[in-house]
């Protein structure tokens, strides 16, 4: 053990980093909704983040290697936020999540859909979602004709949520 951590425990490690209010939301929030920029964060978050929270986060989550951030080529004052191969590695960790939030607790329909497909997917699904945020946002090439895990996720949340305006 070293004098920054309280243990050499995996968990302990992993909540170290991971464990706030904020990280995790962050995260799932650029993984599974595309979300590149601070406003889109900011003024997306179904949870309601502040900013000056999400500013803090984002700047941690940057110097622990989860996310990196770019100028953005079309706009000067805005930063885009990629994942790292470390942040799409918890695909696996938010598809068990989702899977034990539907089992055990009040999800809506709509923001559960998502993870309702992720769990019924499994690992091949995920590890096809992982290929797809790697060309995302590391620039790493898929096969041509590819199906869209994200679109196909995006897709059914569409669908439940136009069904619930309309019903």
Known sequence: MDALHRSGCPINLTLEILGDRWSLIIIRDIMFGNRRHFRELLQNSEEGIA????????KRLVERGLLTRADDPTHKQKAVYSLTEMAIDLV?????????GRKHLPVSEELSIRA???????PTLWADFMDELRAQHLGKALPPGTPSVLRRLTDAYLEVVGRRKSG
């Open 92 to 100: 696996p960790l938010f598809a068990h999540m989702g899977a034990w």
């Open 51 to 58: 900013s000056n929270i999400l500013a803090d986060r984002l």
């Open 116 to 122: 309702e497909l992720l769990e019924n997917g499994g």
